[in-house]
């Protein structure tokens, strides 16, 4: 039965929000943020929730993969994110892993495209270079880079602290960070470094 989009008010134009999706077959990392762009070229980054999808728990395969149908739904039915991004699969020599990846990942588009949402992948290392600079940075890396590139009086953060979603957020920021390329828009460097000042070492 094909699933209908909820009619929801039209956002601004300078507002997209951005649901980051580290897919796994026990347990699945979701990110939600919020881009608000100025008049002046600068964009303002909130963290409007991340956690974790729990499917160890579930020992029948194709159970595991309608929680994963159903949560993501329900995620998008809540935030009502403009565009999924997700992390793709690394390459790993465990045929069996890679399959069963594959499906959670196949699963999680499969989702959004039921509410018309545009997915994008990218590569591991593709969001470790964008968030960080270093395409093998570690989790703790890439947690302390998140940690400051978001509002650290955000509650959602004070409370829980960042934790195994921070993949999730990580996939999100990176496909904000890769929409909002000088190259991409043909903007100059100049307005880039004005619209991401955090991403500029000194």
Not at 141 to 166: F, H, Y
């Amino acid at each position: 039965m094909t699933q209908t989009k909820p009619t929801i008010a039209k956002r601004p134009d300078s507002e997209r929000i951005i649901l980051g999706i580290d897919p796994g077959t026990n347990e699945m990392g979701y990110g939600v943020i919020c881009i608000r762009s100025s008049p002046s070229h600068s964009s303002v980054i909130t963290l409007m929730q991340y956690g974790i999808i729990h499917l160890r728990k579930y020992a029948n395969y194709q159970t595991k993969l309608q929680k994963i149908f159903d949560r993501i739904v329900s995620l998008i039915d809540e935030y009502h994110p403009d565009e999924m991004a997700l992390e793709a699969p690394f390459y790993s020599k465990n045929v069996q892993s890679m399959l069963k990846l594959g499906r959670a990942q196949g699963v999680a588009m499969a989702a959004a495209l039921s509410r018309q949402i545009p997915v994008t992948e990218y590569a591991p290392r593709k969001v470790k270079q964008s968030v960080t600079g270093n395409g093998n940075a570690s989790k703790e890396q890439v947690s302390k880079m998140l940690g400051s590139l978001l509002d650290t009086n955000n509650p959602l953060l004070q409370a829980n602290q960042l934790n195994d979603a921070t993949d999730a957020l990580a996939v999100a920021l990176c496909h904000h960070y890769q929409k909002s390329s000088p190259i991409r828009h043909n903007k100059s460097w100049k307005a880039f470094v004005a619209d991401n000042p955090e991403r500029v070492k000194s």
